[in-house]
Protein backbone atom coordinates (compact mmCIF):
# COMPACT_ATOMS: atom_id res chain seq x y z
CA UNK A 1 0.00 0.00 0.00
CA UNK A 2 1.19 3.71 -0.53
CA UNK A 3 2.57 5.20 2.16
CA UNK A 4 2.58 8.76 2.97
CA UNK A 5 4.01 11.02 5.69
CA UNK A 6 1.70 13.00 8.04
CA UNK A 7 3.10 16.35 6.66
CA UNK A 8 1.02 15.36 3.45
CA UNK A 9 -2.27 17.24 3.23
CA UNK A 10 -3.76 14.11 3.13
CA UNK A 11 -3.35 13.71 6.77
CA UNK A 12 -5.42 16.80 7.59
CA UNK A 13 -8.40 14.31 7.27
CA UNK A 14 -7.03 12.53 10.42
CA UNK A 15 -4.91 14.54 12.13
CA UNK A 16 -1.90 16.99 12.15
CA UNK A 17 1.46 17.84 13.27
CA UNK A 18 1.93 19.97 16.27
CA UNK A 19 5.06 21.74 16.89
CA UNK A 20 6.56 23.93 19.43
CA UNK A 21 7.40 21.55 22.27
CA UNK A 22 10.61 20.62 23.52
CA UNK A 23 9.95 16.94 23.79
CA UNK A 24 13.61 16.27 24.58
CA UNK A 25 13.16 15.02 28.11
CA UNK A 26 10.41 13.17 27.35
CA UNK A 27 12.36 11.33 24.63
CA UNK A 28 15.26 10.59 26.36
CA UNK A 29 12.87 8.58 29.07
CA UNK A 30 10.82 7.04 26.40
CA UNK A 31 14.55 5.26 25.86
CA UNK A 32 14.18 3.28 29.62
CA UNK A 33 11.03 1.88 28.63
CA UNK A 34 10.81 -1.77 27.63
CA UNK A 35 10.74 -2.83 24.02
CA UNK A 36 9.46 -6.43 24.00
CA UNK A 37 9.46 -8.50 20.24
CA UNK A 38 5.40 -8.30 20.85
CA UNK A 39 3.40 -4.73 21.68
CA UNK A 40 3.27 -3.53 25.33
CA UNK A 41 1.00 -0.58 25.99
CA UNK A 42 1.24 0.76 29.37
CA UNK A 43 -1.91 3.55 29.82
CA UNK A 44 -0.01 5.95 32.45
CA UNK A 45 3.95 6.42 33.75
CA UNK A 46 4.21 8.53 36.49
CA UNK A 47 7.50 9.73 35.62
CA UNK A 48 6.50 10.48 32.04
CA UNK A 49 3.68 12.66 33.38
CA UNK A 50 5.90 14.55 36.17
CA UNK A 51 7.95 16.44 32.65
CA UNK A 52 7.52 19.50 32.54
CA UNK A 53 6.50 19.03 28.61
CA UNK A 54 3.73 16.89 29.32
CA UNK A 55 2.22 19.23 32.13
CA UNK A 56 2.26 21.95 29.35
CA UNK A 57 0.71 19.69 26.78
CA UNK A 58 -1.64 18.86 29.43
CA UNK A 59 -2.62 22.47 30.08
CA UNK A 60 -2.48 23.70 26.63
CA UNK A 61 -2.97 20.48 24.35
CA UNK A 62 -6.05 19.15 26.56
CA UNK A 63 -7.07 22.43 27.85
CA UNK A 64 -6.40 21.73 31.73
CA UNK A 65 -8.20 18.77 31.67
CA UNK A 66 -6.17 15.74 33.59
CA UNK A 67 -4.02 13.37 30.99
CA UNK A 68 -2.87 10.10 31.37
CA UNK A 69 0.63 9.65 29.78
CA UNK A 70 2.11 6.27 28.68
CA UNK A 71 3.97 4.00 25.52
CA UNK A 72 2.67 2.00 22.91
CA UNK A 73 6.26 0.14 22.30
CA UNK A 74 7.53 -3.13 20.65
CA UNK A 75 7.65 -5.07 17.10
CA UNK A 76 4.62 -5.01 14.96
CA UNK A 77 4.01 -4.98 11.04
CA UNK A 78 -0.08 -5.91 10.97
CA UNK A 79 -3.43 -3.62 11.39
CA UNK A 80 -4.98 -6.47 13.69
CA UNK A 81 -7.99 -4.14 14.97
CA UNK A 82 -8.66 -0.66 15.02
CA UNK A 83 -9.72 1.69 17.32
CA UNK A 84 -11.05 5.12 18.10
CA UNK A 85 -11.85 7.40 21.37
CA UNK A 86 -14.25 9.76 21.95
CA UNK A 87 -11.15 12.58 22.43
CA UNK A 88 -8.43 13.51 20.48
CA UNK A 89 -4.82 11.18 21.28
CA UNK A 90 -1.30 12.90 20.97
CA UNK A 91 1.32 10.64 19.85
CA UNK A 92 5.30 11.23 19.98
CA UNK A 93 7.38 9.11 17.76
CA UNK A 94 10.20 8.31 20.10
CA UNK A 95 11.54 6.65 16.68
CA UNK A 96 10.25 6.66 12.73
CA UNK A 97 6.61 4.64 12.69
CA UNK A 98 4.11 4.11 10.39
CA UNK A 99 0.17 4.32 11.66
CA UNK A 100 -2.57 2.39 9.61
CA UNK A 101 -5.65 4.69 9.97
CA UNK A 102 -9.07 5.20 8.56
CA UNK A 103 -12.29 7.24 9.36
CA UNK A 104 -14.85 6.54 11.67
CA UNK A 105 -17.52 8.01 9.39
CA UNK A 106 -16.61 5.15 6.94
CA UNK A 107 -17.86 2.14 9.38
CA UNK A 108 -20.82 0.98 7.90
CA UNK A 109 -24.01 0.75 9.86
CA UNK A 110 -23.57 -2.89 11.02
CA UNK A 111 -19.88 -1.67 13.21
CA UNK A 112 -17.80 -3.64 10.05
CA UNK A 113 -15.40 -1.66 8.93
CA UNK A 114 -13.50 -2.50 4.97
CA UNK A 115 -9.53 -2.64 5.60
CA UNK A 116 -9.10 -1.47 2.06
CA UNK A 117 -10.09 2.34 3.05
CA UNK A 118 -7.26 2.25 5.32
CA UNK A 119 -4.16 4.07 4.78
CA UNK A 120 -0.91 4.27 5.99
CA UNK A 121 1.32 7.12 7.48
CA UNK A 122 4.95 7.88 8.02
CA UNK A 123 5.09 9.75 11.55
CA UNK A 124 9.12 10.21 11.99
CA UNK A 125 11.09 10.06 14.85
CA UNK A 126 10.72 13.10 17.40
CA UNK A 127 7.15 14.39 15.60
CA UNK A 128 4.09 15.22 17.81
CA UNK A 129 0.73 14.79 16.05
CA UNK A 130 -2.83 15.08 17.41
CA UNK A 131 -4.92 12.10 15.95
CA UNK A 132 -8.55 13.28 16.14
CA UNK A 133 -11.20 11.03 18.32
CA UNK A 134 -12.79 10.62 14.72
CA UNK A 135 -9.61 8.82 13.30
CA UNK A 136 -9.44 4.62 13.64
CA UNK A 137 -5.71 3.40 14.83
CA UNK A 138 -4.11 1.17 16.86
CA UNK A 139 -0.56 -0.25 17.37
CA UNK A 140 2.13 1.56 15.35
CA UNK A 141 3.96 -0.68 12.99
CA UNK A 142 7.79 -0.44 12.77
CA UNK A 143 9.99 0.79 10.08
CA UNK A 144 13.31 -0.71 11.02
CA UNK A 145 13.79 -4.07 12.78
CA UNK A 146 14.70 -2.74 15.68
CA UNK A 147 10.77 -2.13 16.54
CA UNK A 148 9.05 1.45 17.64
CA UNK A 149 8.56 3.62 20.53
CA UNK A 150 5.45 6.09 20.45
CA UNK A 151 4.33 7.77 23.93
CA UNK A 152 0.33 7.84 24.02
CA UNK A 153 -1.30 10.76 25.62
CA UNK A 154 -4.98 10.59 26.01
CA UNK A 155 -7.75 11.91 29.00
CA UNK A 156 -7.06 10.70 32.37
CA UNK A 157 -8.71 6.70 32.69
CA UNK A 158 -8.44 5.94 28.90
CA UNK A 159 -8.06 2.79 27.49
CA UNK A 160 -8.33 0.86 31.43
CA UNK A 161 -10.62 -1.65 32.84
CA UNK A 162 -14.30 -1.26 31.81
CA UNK A 163 -17.18 -1.49 34.36
CA UNK A 164 -20.03 -3.61 33.19
CA UNK A 165 -22.36 -1.71 30.79
CA UNK A 166 -25.72 -2.46 30.23
CA UNK A 167 -26.18 -2.21 26.06
CA UNK A 168 -28.13 0.60 24.79
CA UNK A 169 -27.04 1.51 21.56
CA UNK A 170 -25.31 -1.27 18.95
CA UNK A 171 -22.22 0.88 19.18
CA UNK A 172 -22.10 0.02 22.79
CA UNK A 173 -20.76 -3.70 21.53
CA UNK A 174 -17.66 -2.24 20.01
CA UNK A 175 -16.83 -0.53 23.76
CA UNK A 176 -13.68 -2.54 24.97
CA UNK A 177 -12.05 -0.26 27.80
CA UNK A 178 -12.61 3.08 29.07
CA UNK A 179 -13.23 5.46 26.10
CA UNK A 180 -12.58 2.97 23.86
CA UNK A 181 -13.94 1.38 20.79
CA UNK A 182 -12.68 -1.32 19.01
CA UNK A 183 -12.78 -3.50 15.59
CA UNK A 184 -10.85 -6.27 15.63
CA UNK A 185 -9.63 -8.62 12.20
CA UNK A 186 -10.46 -11.90 12.91
CA UNK A 187 -6.34 -12.78 12.43
CA UNK A 188 -5.65 -10.24 14.78
CA UNK A 189 -5.66 -12.33 18.08
CA UNK A 190 -7.36 -10.30 20.00
CA UNK A 191 -9.48 -11.08 23.29
CA UNK A 192 -12.60 -13.47 22.54
CA UNK A 193 -14.46 -10.10 24.08
CA UNK A 194 -13.41 -8.22 21.16
CA UNK A 195 -15.90 -7.56 18.47
CA UNK A 196 -14.97 -8.73 15.66
CA UNK A 197 -15.85 -6.87 12.13
CA UNK A 198 -12.77 -5.95 10.15
CA UNK A 199 -13.86 -6.92 6.85
CA UNK A 200 -10.58 -7.68 4.09
CA UNK A 201 -7.15 -8.24 4.33
CA UNK A 202 -5.47 -7.61 8.28
CA UNK A 203 -2.91 -4.95 6.21
CA UNK A 204 0.92 -5.46 6.53
CA UNK A 205 3.80 -2.90 6.49
Known amino acids: MEMKKVTDPAFRVYGKVVDGYDC ?3 LEAMEKTPLPEDVIYVPSVEEL ?5 CKKMEENLY ?6 VGYCNGHNRKLNALEYHRTSEINVAV ?7 GRQQ ?14 AFLV ?6 EVYATTLHYAPCQVNDGGFRCVVILPKGTNTDL ?3 ESVFHEDRLLFAKNKWLIGHQEGGLDENAFIG ?6 EI
Do not use: C, M, R, W
Open 95 to 101: TDLVLLI
Open 49 to 53: EALPV
Open 124 to 129: PAGTVI
Open 24 to 26: GPL
Open 106 to 119: DIEEDDTYDTSLAE
Open 63 to 68: GQLPIQ
Open 198 to 203: LKGENL
Open 163 to 165: SPV
